[in-house]
């Protein structure tokens, strides 16, 4: 706190919220880019939201979701997981809070963003930063992230991360219709950030807290825009990272 005043916490229903956000070894080390969406959209409509660190290997602390994945949001008496989900259900839940999409096109919109994420941008990141984030995950979980990351990509980690220098370039290209959009916009929603912004920085922002690579280019225009979403969103800004 500053000025060692603390500002007094109310008691309201929003206690009750919960999410469980995938940490690496030390607890405060977030880096889910799924997770990052979820805490975003949760910022972006004032919504307060205790945090619990979950690791890969914790399956049973989130069996009662019925799944093992994180985002889990525990929102009152609801239990919701998958990020697409959860800003579904924040956006129609509390209608009253700032939209995350904007409109039912928006929304239509957003779902093509989330799928186009999943399928191009995915992939790049992660065998840009694979053995950052080997490294930097609790010992428990080390055996299982091996053996699915590397049964998803058909290569040893050491192997996918042998060419740095071409999955950096290869981020970079996927990007490029998200460079394209920043050039004549200030946020992938318009004028204000979205959630369509939150699914692309989220990925960002899963490299910026585990692996001190430096995806993009200071002139690049995703990298200008990266620093909008930060400035609007304390929690995001505020998160322990390696990258600028």
């Known amino acids: 706190h500053r000025g060692g005043r603390r500002r007094r916490q109310e008691v309201t229903p929003h206690m009750a919220r919960k999410l469980y956000d995938l940490a690496g070894a030390e607890p405060e080390r ?3 880019p799924y997770c990052w969406r979820t805490k975003l959209a949760l910022a972006h409509k004032g919504l307060d939201v205790d945090t619990v660190p979950w690791r890969f290997t914790d399956k049973d602390v ?17 239990t919701v997981h998958d990020s697409w989900t959860i800003a579904n259900h924040l956006e129609d839940t ?20 989330n799928e186009w994420a ?4 995915t ?4 065998r840009a930063i694979l053995m950052d984030i080997y490294e930097r995950i609790a010992e428990k979980d080390r055996a299982y992230f091996r053996e699915s990351r590397e049964k998803r990509f058909g290569k040893t980690l050491e192997e996918v991360a042998a060419d740095p220098e071409g999955n950096v370039k290869a981020l970079r290209s996927a990007l490029e219709p998200v460079r394209a959009t920043l050039k004549t916009q200030a946020f992938v929603g318009g ?15 899963w490299a910026r807290c585990i692996s001190p690579l430096q995806l993009l280019a200071a002139d690049d225009p ?13 929690v995001a800004r505020s998160a322990p990272a390696y990258a600028a």
């Open 222 to 234: 995703v990298a200008q825009w990266r620093e909008r979403i930060l400035a609007h969103y304390e």
């Open 30 to 32: 977030r880096f889910s």
């Open 118 to 121: 999943a399928l191009a941008l």
């Open 62 to 78: 989130i069996a009662f979701s019925g799944q093992g994945l994180v985002p889990v949001l525990v929102d009152g008496d609801k």
């Open 191 to 205: 004028d204000a950030p979205l959630y369509a912004d939150f699914i692309v920085f989220g990925h960002l922002q």
């Open 123 to 126: 992939g790049p990141v992660a």
């Open 94 to 113: 509390y209608p009253d809070r700032p939209s995350l999409f904007g409109g039912a096109g928006g929304r239509a919109v957003s779902r093509l963003i």
